[in-house]
C-alpha cells in the first residue's frame, strides 16, 4: 500500500504497478505520488492501469497541439 501525502491509504493493481516500473527512474517517486493523489482526489482506493491512462493523457496531451 502507498500512501499519499494527505495520509490517504491507496493500494495499486498488480497491472499497474508492473507499469510503473517502466517509468524512468528519475520521475516514478513523483509519478507515484501523483497518481496516489489523483486516485483519492476521485475517491479511487487503487491505481489501475485505467488511471495511469488518464492522469498520463492530462499531462502528455497538454503538449500535443505544440508539435510540428
Given at each position: 500500500l502507498g500512501q499519499a501525502r494527505n495520509g490517504g491509504e491507496?493500494?495499486?493493481?498488480?497491472?499497474?504497478?508492473?507499469?510503473?516500473?517502466k517509468v524512468p527512474a528519475p520521475v516514478r517517486a513523483m509519478a507515484r505520488q501523483e497518481l496516489e493523489r489523483t486516485a483519492l482526489d476521485k475517491g479511487q482506493s487503487?491505481?489501475?492501469?485505467?488511471?495511469?491512462?488518464?492522469?498520463?493523457?492530462?499531462?502528455?496531451?497538454?503538449?500535443?497541439?505544440n508539435q510540428s
Open positions: 491507496v493500494a495499486w493493481d498488480i497491472e499497474a504497478e508492473q507499469r510503473l516500473e487503487h491505481v489501475t492501469v485505467a488511471l495511469m491512462e488518464e492522469v498520463k493523457g492530462r499531462y502528455f496531451g497538454m503538449f500535443k497541439g
